[in-house]
């Protein structure tokens, strides 16, 4: 448990919270913290790294808690230390395996450790379908939805923008294309039940 249990229960207002109060804060963050060091190394939650992360960041933030200053917001502060943290974590991975590389034999054809980064049969295949049910989904709005989703997602274009350009309010086209992600979301689902 990272709470200290401190003698006294007041904390005058220039000093930093206590230990105890601190730590019950750190911990409240924990998947926050996990979620962060996760993304950074592209890892599950439940990887050991990630642990090892998250574990590496409390100490720091224990340790170095008189550097937040009183006022400043603990949650970014300690999600940056997470960033700061993970990052070392995917330093010393590249580290470690380009030492492992030039240990390999010379003689070695390095392109044949090249993994093949096509996607296979299956993923092709999984995504010809997706595909085609969005087409179609596209196909069943109406002509001012599909408009609409063509001009925000294919267009790049921003609410106010297709709004002007096809003589409506802005609320409306918010609605058009709410509604069309929502065919294109449902009729997804349904052919992923399907399948």
């Keep these: ?3 200290v249990r401190m003698e006294s229960t007041e904390t005058p207002r220039d000093l930093p919270a206590p230990a105890g109060h601190f730590g019950v804060q750190v ?3 924990r998947p926050l913290v996990r979620a962060v060091a996760a993304s950074v190394l592209r890892e599950s939650r439940m990887h050991p790294d990630v642990d090892d992360c998250a574990n590496e960041t409390f100490r720091r933030a224990l340790e170095g808690q008189s550097r937040l200053r009183p006022g400043e917001p603990l949650r970014p502060w300690l ?6 943290v993970a990052l070392d974590a995917v330093r010393l991975r590249s580290r470690t395996r380009a030492r492992s590389v030039r240990a390999v034999a010379e003689d070695d054809d390095p392109l044949e450790r090249v993994p093949d980064s096509t996607p296979g049969a299956d993923d092709r295949l999984e995504h010809a379908r997706r595909t085609a049910a969005i087409r179609a989904a596209m196909e069943r709005l109406p002509a001012d939805h599909r408009k609409a989703m063509e001009m925000f997602h294919i267009d790049g274009l921003a609410y106010r923008e ?3 350009r096809l003589g409506v309010p802005m609320g409306t ?3 058009w294309i709410s509604r069309g992600r929502r065919s294109i979301a449902d009729a997804i689902g349904h052919e992923g039940n399907l399948a």
């Excluded at 999600?79 to 700061?84: C, N, P, S, V, Y």
């Design 173 to 175: 086209v918010c609605t």
């Design 27 to 29: 911990e409240a963050l």
């Design 162 to 164: 297709i709004a002007m």
């Design 1 to 3: 448990m990272l709470a």
């Design 79 to 84: 999600l940056g230390i997470a960033r700061h």
